[in-house]
């Protein structure tokens, strides 16, 4: 079975502070991770995702994010938050078999707050 | 990326009443469909895998004949509340996932349901 953890249900940073998120996951097969994020009353935007490439995933809005086997970690950073950063954050992982029929389970979610 | 449409974005029914939620991927083929339930400030909950053609997959402890899946074409999911209860407002989301796209799921707006 996979699951997915996020260490802090909200993080506060300061404008230009840096960001990061933890996630964690646990999976008996390779993972693939996702960070997505998500405004109020919005569905999600996938920030970035790791399937099994480069362990260092790039992605939207200066996002990226680490991906540790031996921690099992996917932690998302950011060098500089800006206030547009201010929404709830949420780890994925799938990878079951490797198809289409693959569950996306996601983790609790991170809301960050950004202080001017 | 591929593009998702959720219809309605919110919608207001009365108890007992039935509501039907669509969710189309517009520019690819979803040969798999998810659909989750997002309780205020929680993560996402997946409610049911649905295969094109196929009946949908329920997760533990979600009510089959509650929440009807019909995935009739590779472009269209619906789920349909039935005998609705004020229990059952919350936040609706589907995902789509296409073979030979990878591993990355879209995702619709979501549909806030609200039963007086």
């Known amino acids: 079975a996979q699951s997915v953890t996020q260490l802090g249900s909200h993080v506060s940073v300061s404008e230009g502070a840096l960001v990061l998120l933890r996630c964690n996951y646990s999976s008996s097969v390779p993972p693939y991770l996702f960070w997505y994020v998500q405004y109020p009353n919005q569905g999600l935007q996938l920030l970035l995702k790791y399937t099994s490439a480069a362990t260092l995933v790039k992605g939207i809005n200066g996002f990226e994010a680490e991906f540790k086997k031996s921690e099992t970690s996917f932690h998302l950073t950011k060098p500089s938050a800006h206030m547009s950063d201010a929404a709830e954050y949420f780890c994925a992982v799938s990878g079951l078999t490797k198809t289409s029929y693959d569950k996306v389970i996601f983790g609790p979610g991170t809301s960050l707050s950004v202080i001017p | 990326g591929a593009v998702v449409s959720q219809h309605p974005s919110r919608v207001i029914c009365k108890s007992g009443t039935s509501v039907k939620i669509e969710c189309r991927s517009l520019d690819f083929q979803a040969t798999t469909m998810f659909w989750y339930r997002q309780f205020p400030k929680q993560s996402l909950m997946l409610m049911a895998t649905?295969?094109?053609?196929?009946?949908?997959?329920?997760e533990q402890g979600v009510e089959k004949d509650k929440f009807l899946i019909n995935h009739a074409s590779l472009t269209l999911s619906t789920l349909t509340v039935t005998s609705a209860h004020p229990e059952d407002s919350s936040f609706y989301i589907c995902s789509a996932r296409g073979q030979g796209r990878g591993t990355e799921a879209f995702f619709g707006q979501g549909t806030r349901l609200t039963v007086v």
């Open positions: 649905s295969n094109e053609g196929s009946k949908a997959t329920y």
